[in-house]
């Protein structure tokens, strides 16, 4: 049986770009992967790991023959990246993406024959492609952020893709896409922030580190990412980053308020408890493949 594609492209080689290539390669989704990366130490390693069997320093006509193409750059970058990709890009190939906020990368994605954005639900503080392995995709969340302009059957691909993958595809608009990931991804990533700052700057930081148990580590592991990527990420969203952070100015002043009200409390901590027990719980290999 051949593979869905001949040569796929991924365009950054970090824990997604990474991952993404090795599940396409242990689901015998790609013939052939090509990896791009402006540092030859990272596109070294990706050889050596088994992430790629070709790899590039420099864009070019080689990116004309590719069936798929996964941009998977820090999402800061990825709007110049596209810009300096639509002249070597072909008209066959199915572009997608990975990154984390949609508005600017679709909007600017549009110079391209064939788009459809993606955004797999699935990560580590643990960044760099030494760190990437296929399971980290399984079940996960991928939403795909499709416009006005996507074609349906780009669409029913990328939805096709993302299941053989072993994730499920969601599909939203881009800027509903946006909002809610301020919420749930990058919010979470401001509060870990803010939480380690307040031991940094007190006086018994040192006691406090030594204290700090689960509860605090649980909260926190966020923080222990790039920080240079998560502040692409969050920097990039900040109209609806400001919006989440408003609300949760709120939500923190009647935690605040019911504090002489330990009945209202109590119902508050019982809404976030049902809250939290909801969340679904994903399964991932327990090994990397």
């Known amino acids: 049986m051949r593979p869905r594609y001949g040569r796929v492209g991924v365009f950054g080689v970090g824990l997604l770009g990474g ?21 030859p ?3 070294e390693a990706a050889q050596g790991l088994g992430v790629a069997d070709r790899v590039h320093t420099e864009l070019g006509d080689w990116i004309a023959g590719l069936d798929l193409a996964v941009l998977a750059a820090p999402v800061g970058t990825m709007p110049a990246l596209i810009e300096a990709i639509r002249p070597h890009a072909g008209e066959a190939t199915l572009f997608t993406d990975v990154g984390s906020v949609k508005g600017p990368v679709v909007e600017a994605a549009r110079a391209l024959p064939r788009f459809v954005g993606g ?7 643990r960044a760099g492609v030494e760190n990437a392995h296929a399971g980290l995709l399984e079940n996960a969340v991928w939403v795909l952020t499709p416009t006005e302009a996507t074609d349906p059957a780009d669409l029913e691909e990328a939805e096709a893709l ?11 608009d881009p ?35 030594f204290l700090a148990a689960g509860g605090f580590r649980d909260l926190t592991r966020v923080a222990s990412g790039s920080p240079r990527m998560s502040r692409d990420m969050v920097v990039e969203n900040r109209a609806a980053v400001r919006r989440a952070l408003s609300d949760l100015r709120k939500a923190l002043d009647e935690l605040e308020a019911s504090l002489d009200e330990p009945e209202r409390l109590l119902r508050l901590a019982e809404e976030a408890k049902r809250t939290r027990d909801a969340l679904a719980v994903v399964k991932r290999s327990l090994l990397p493949v």
Do not use: W
């Open 19 to 39: 991952s993404v290539a090795l599940a396409l390669k242990s689901r015998f989704l790609a013939a052939e992967i090509h990896a791009y990366d402006r540092d």
């Open 41 to 43: 130490a990272v596109l």
């Open 119 to 125: 955004h797999p639900m699935a990560g580590s503080e």
């Open 162 to 172: 993302v299941s053989e993958l072993g994730a499920y595809p969601l599909v939203l």
């Open 175 to 209: 800027a509903l896409h946006d909002r809610l990931v301020a919420r749930v991804s990058h919010l979470p990533y401001l509060l870990a922030v803010a939480l380690n700052l307040l031991v940094a700057r007190d006086e018994k930081r040192d006691l406090l580190m």
